[in-house]
């Protein structure tokens, strides 16, 4: 079975003491209970920031996970945010079993620009000036003239 992460976010409108999240939570999840009974809670956590819960479930696939997370944002009168997960110790086995990369090319990137080339353009030349910094200087087209 597959692991999910499930943030959420309870309406203001929903709760109108501090102990509306208990009683809330025991609805949601019977409800849930009954409607995905395949489904397996690993944890559940009362979270500080943007979301006030955080819960930890496994299911079959994604389709399960998108029914409780329209269950939870239906019933539960809350935004919710799901993520699939996968155990540390299956992401290590996945990084064993990927295949070397080749060597890649090392190429100039101009940290100022983020663009190949010498300050991001293929007609620029650099130099060390008097203190021994860069200095860039661009091409000037032909019909560049200097203005009075």
């Not at 399960?64 to 919710?80: C, D, F």
């Not at 293929?122 to 200097?146: H, I, M, N």
């Amino acid at each position: 079975m597959a692991i999910f992460i499930m943030e959420t976010r309870v309406s203001v409108e929903s709760l109108r003491q501090p102990r509306s999240f208990e009683a809330l939570e025991r609805s949601v999840a019977g409800y849930l209970g009954k409607a995905c009974p395949e489904v397996k809670w690993l944890g559940s956590y009362a979270t500080l920031g943007p979301y006030d819960y955080l819960d930890i479930f496994e299911a079959n696939d994604i389709e399960v996970a998108m029914r409780v997370s329209v269950l939870v944002r239906a019933y539960g009168h809350g935004e919710a945010t799901i993520r699939p997960a996968v155990d540390w110790g299956q992401f290590k086995h996945l990084l064993r079993n990927l295949p070397e990369l080749p060597p890649c090319e090392q190429r100039h990137v101009d940290r100022r620009t983020r663009g190949p080339g010498v300050a991001g353009r293929p007609d620029a030349t650099s130099e060390k000036g008097d203190g021994g910094e860069r200095v860039y200087r661009l091409a000037r087209p032909p019909e560049y003239r200097e203005r009075p």
